[in-house]
């Protein structure tokens, strides 16, 4: 006897922000975006349906899922397959001093693991993410890097393992809407946030 389709509001009613459960969500994008790229666009007809204000209440805080806090462990993930210890290199001095950081983070990586699960869920390689100013410093960082995360900015330089840099690099330029160095001749993408969210592109 066959099996009777899922259904989304199904998927829906049981969400509570788990890990595994924000895995499934990015593996199941990809895939719809596979068979319909412009399925996700907000000129579709459910987003104008879903978007109506007065349809849905808002949140409550028990609602909405768990954020992770400077002072939180390094084993806390801020995604379902990045760690916060990833984003400081396991170095306490590396971590983050307030939840806008936390938050800016925390929207890089939900890109990261959408740009992981386009190339088959293979794993993410982090050199780069937190500097504060003495370590920015230290390795000749720009006064101005996004690496500091002052306010409204952050960055991260990733790779995916067994993925061409060049590749990712050109996925992220397509999908990525604010700030990207190409760094791929050096073997990893810069993937940023400036003050005013910028659409900027450069070379290393």
């Not at 000749?140 to 952050?154: A, I, P, Q, R, V």
Request: charged share 25%; glycine share 6%; proline share 7%.
């Amino acid at each position: 006897m066959a099996k009777l389709p899922i259904k989304l509001v199904d998927l829906f009613r049981y969400y509570k922000a788990l890990p595994h459960q924000m895995a499934a969500i990015v593996e199941l994008e990809a895939a719809l975006l596979k068979v319909a790229p412009d399925a996700f666009n907000r000129e579709q007809p459910w987003f104008k349906t879903w978007s109506q204000s007065g349809k849905q209440p808002e949140p409550t805080q028990q609602q909405q899922a768990p954020r992770f806090m400077p002072s939180s462990p390094f084993s806390s993930r801020v995604t379902p397959h990045i760690t916060y210890g990833e984003l400081c290199l396991g170095e306490e001095r590396r971590r983050f001093a307030n939840q806008g950081q936390c938050d800016i983070a925390t929207e890089l990586c939900t890109f990261i693991e959408k740009a992981r699960a386009h190339f088959d869920g293979k794993p993410v390689i982090i050199t780069s993410a937190h500097r504060p100013e003495a370590i920015n410093r230290l390795v000749g960082g720009s006064s101005n890097s996004e690496h500091l995360y002052k306010s409204g900015c952050g960055a991260i330089d990733w790779s995916i393992k067994d993925v061409s840099v060049t590749a990712l690099q050109d996925w992220c330029d397509k999908n990525w809407p604010y700030s990207l160095g190409y760094g791929a001749p050096k073997g990893f993408v810069h993937l940023g946030i400036r003050a005013g969210r910028p659409r900027v592109r450069w070379d290393y």
